[in-house]
């Protein structure tokens, strides 16, 4: 149990974060694929854990960890190793010796820990999990191939619904792999420079003028080729790093707005796509109205498009911070208007100047 009156629990109290790099998994793996006693590796995921941190705080969701990677930790009771790997996820190493159960049995009892409720007060947390397993020698006598393998089984157990054990079949589908391939990948995107801005031209349906540009987001992968945001970004918000893609492209946009204004286009506006989880940070105001200082670009210039489901989050915050931005003169899009539940008599309670019709309609 968590208190919010006693003193905070670091989230760095969770086991680390170096998993794939570790040395002493790099030596369990060398070890039971030199012939010694096989290993087992599971990648844990928590199931729609951006949820906790959209609909109570983010202070909660680190606590949520915490507790997770303690219970795990006690009921391993030394039999394994446990990293936390991601921003949700772990990964657990565990020697097959001859007490250990079936490795289907051992990770489903790891999955049936992870739904016993969690008491962070002042709220009980009901979780579950989704686990893929791998094997070595058996699947793979590399690190890097056997976490491939463990991620691929945890892709077809999130593909199923979550909830649930899946272990690394050979046949494994190639979509899986892709996404393997993503995970590993799409962390390293921006100091390597792969992420890519495109600009669209938005014309004006009454005098074919162009009116602005909206900023498109591309990732180059190095082995997979130019993915549009559709392939990745469910990956990056899994990987906890979709904000800090999201503020790579606001902040790429604007610059570019600036150097067109410099040229004498100042009277058209950069549309840039905002994700919910942007939108819920409590300093997101203050980051745009930054971005936009540093880039010498006026507000006006601005439009930020959002989702219908940002609207339903923490309704009263983003209310609040999306009429914040409007006053300072920033216009506000929404985006894929017709797939959510919104009506057009819901429209006056949203403080949004511009509707994007969905290509559905």
């Not at 014309?203 to 900023?215: L, N, Y």
């Not at 004498?264 to 919910?276: L, R, W, Y």
Request: proline fraction near 6%; charged fraction near 20%.
């Amino acid at each position: 149990m968590w208190n919010p009156n006693l003193p905070p629990v670091s989230i760095d109290d969770a086991p680390d974060r170096l998993g794939a790099g570790n040395p002493e998994l790099q030596a369990m793996v060398a070890e039971a694929a030199s012939g010694g006693i096989s290993l087992m590796l599971m990648h844990v995921d928590i199931d729609h854990f951006a949820s906790v941190n959209e609909n109570m705080s983010a202070e909660v969701g680190d606590q949520a960890l915490v507790l997770v990677a303690q219970r795990l930790q006690s009921y391993l009771r030394g039999r394994g190793k446990l990293w936390r790997h991601g921003s949700d996820e772990f990964l657990i190493a565990v020697p097959r010796t001859a007490d250990l159960p079936l490795p289907e049995d051992f990770a489903e009892e790891i999955r049936q820990q992870m739904e016993l409720p969690l008491s962070v007060l002042p709220y009980t947390l009901f979780m579950t999990g989704k686990l893929g397993v791998s094997l070595c020698p058996e699947h793979a006598s590399s690190t890097s191939r056997l976490l491939d393998h463990a991620e691929d089984a945890l892709y077809q157990a999130a593909r199923e619904g979550g909830n649930a054990v899946r272990i690394h079949a050979v046949d494994t589908p190639p979509s899986a792999h892709s996404e393997s391939i993503i995970a590993r990948q799409i962390v390293d995107a921006i100091p390597n420079g792969e992420l890519k801005l495109r600009y669209q031209p938005l014309v004006s349906a009454r005098d074919g003028h162009v009116v602005g540009m909206e900023a498109l987001l591309r990732w180059q992968s190095p082995t997979l080729g130019m993915l549009v945001p559709e392939r990745f970004m469910r990956t990056a918000e899994r990987l906890g790093i979709i904000v800090q893609i999201g503020t790579w492209v606001l902040e790429g946009a604007l610059k570019q707005a600036r150097l067109w204004r410099d040229q004498g286009f100042d009277d058209f506006t950069i549309a840039v796509n905002v994700s919910t989880l942007q939108l819920l940070r409590p300093n997101f105001f203050a980051e745009v109205m930054s971005l936009l200082q540093a880039a010498g670009v006026p507000a006006q210039m601005l439009t930020l498009e959002i989702n219908e489901s940002a609207l339903t989050n923490n309704v009263n915050f983003v209310h609040e911070t999306l009429a914040n931005l409007r006053n300072e003169g920033i216009s506000l899009s929404l985006d894929n208007f017709g797939t959510g539940d919104s009506s057009l008599s819901a429209l006056v309670r949203y403080p949004v100047d511009k509707l994007k019709i969905d290509r559905s309609f």
